[in-house]
């Protein structure tokens, strides 16, 4: 995430102690090891359901005593099975039920990736997107912005730095990447700005016709603009073809984090055009919010599920949240 220098500033604040060097990284050990919180979406009135064009089905704040826990950036769901990927490549998944209740929880991490691995940096996994059919996933890689694929056990296939990509920066990069339902993938920078754009809030978008690990996919460019003052996070596709948009923002103490959800239209993303789109939902005082980086997208009997789930950092005063709700 582009915010991790305001983060180390605000840490200090807290008075954190300073850092210097390379960070290693984390690993897990021994047994996998979760519980999973329930959390009012308004922890001043429980009662409250209704965030914008979104209903609060429930959600938890979920724990582990594994230092490597948390950092999660993107997350697939397939029927109650859930992963979530960190932002230092390590996948935590589990069975949830309907009361929100965790079971079977196991924890990995990528097998391969960019670098070594023995660098924080190098597996710094900020966003991930798979086919259902075969299982297969990608995933987007800041610092280096690559994409990887690997297949549905976790083994590594192919990789890439698409061309347009090598600009970008290396802490804001990919960090939004979605398979669409006819396969091609949409890719938004965090904070790259397109390069004859003449709007600075506007972020430079990739639309790759097929694989993007594939060196033959064609590419084409056009710009997103997010809403004002916030960064592209993730997104998912709705049934209907439509996007949907995770942002977040940082701000100063008390508030923190803020975040917004947004609608595409079908047909709005095209080679060259300048795509904005329809805020549906705010999260900001007094509900319930931290750094919210993931998104899925599933569905219920007839009605589409939202989840939304936030990067803790792994810091003592954010949460790792796994929230779930209704799009009306």
Known sequence: ?????????????????SYSGEEPAEHFRGAAEMSATPVAIDPGDPARVKIGSLTYLGGVRLRSPAPAFGGFSSMRIEGNRFTLLSDGGHLVRFD??????????????????????????????????ADPKTGRFWVGF???NEIWRYDASGKAQAHLAPLPM?????????????????????????????????????????????????????????????????????MAELPDGRLLILHRALGLPP?????????????????????????????EAPLIRDNFEALAVTREGGATIVWIASDDNREWWEQSLLLKFRLD
């Not at 709007?199 to 064609?218: C, H, I, Y």
């Not at 917004?260 to 789109?277: D, S």
């Open 1 to 17: 995430m582009s915010r991790r220098l305001l983060l180390s500033a605000l840490l200090i604040l807290f008075a954190a102690p």
């Open 96 to 129: 949830m039920d309907a009361g929100f209740r965790v079971r079977a929880p196991a924890f990995a991490e990528l097998a391969d990736g960019p670098g070594t691995g023995w660098l924080k940096g190098d597996r710094d996994s900020e966003s991930m997107t």
């Open 142 to 144: 800041e610092q280096s």
């Open 166 to 234: 090598v600009r970008w920066a290396a802490n804001g990069g990919p960090e939004a990447m979605v398979r669409l339902a006819n396969g091609n993938f949409i890719v938004i920078s965090e904070v790259m700005r397109p390069i004859d754009d003449k709007t600075r809030s506007a972020r430079e978008a990739l639309l790759f016709r097929g694989d993007p690990t594939d060196p033959k996919t064609e590419i084409q460019r056009f710009a997103y603009r997010p809403p004002p003052g916030y960064d592209p996070t993730d």
């Open 255 to 283: 508030a923190l984090f803020t975040a917004k959800l947004v609608i595409i239209g079908r047909g709005a993303v095209r080679p060259g055009a300048f795509v904005e789109g329809r805020e549906i939902a705010t999260f």
